[in-house]
């Protein structure tokens, strides 16, 4: 199994930028694909991002595209999520994701494992 911890998030202004870590313990990140979904209050679970550690293709939700970035550090078996021009709709808890090596879609029941969310709160 794979433990995944999120963290970085915090309370900032619309048009800041925040960075949040998913560290894994356990198993390389290599062996899954990445997800980073987030949660606001009284709303569903929302896909942010999917990424396939090997061959490095992402899948980003609309809402995001061309404002949130996903990396990685293989050395420190972390994912990144950096996000920029935050906006009020941003805010939400965010959650790190581990699923099948080359799933990248949006389905969050095929994601395994799960850390625990970060709270992003994005003032207006």
């Known amino acids: 199994q794979v433990q995944l911890v999120e963290s970085g998030g915090g309370l900032v202004q619309a048009g800041d930028s925040l960075r949040l870590s998913c560290a894994a313990s356990g198993r390389p990140l290599s062996n899954y694909a990445m997800g980073w979904f987030r949660q606001a209050p009284g709303k569903e679970r929302e896909f942010v991002v999917g990424f396939n550690w090997n061959v490095g293709s992402t899948n980003y939700a609309s809402a995001v595209k061309g404002r949130f970035t996903i990396s990685r550090d293989n050395a420190k078996n972390t994912v990144y999520l950096q996000m920029n021009s935050l906006k009020p709709e941003d805010t939400a808890v965010y959650y790190c994701?581990?699923?099948?090596?080359?799933?990248?879609?949006?389905?969050?029941?095929?994601?395994?494992?799960w850390g625990q969310g970060t709270q992003v709160t994005v003032s207006s």
């Open positions: 994701a581990a699923g099948p090596p080359y799933y990248v879609g949006s389905d969050y029941s095929r994601y395994n494992y």
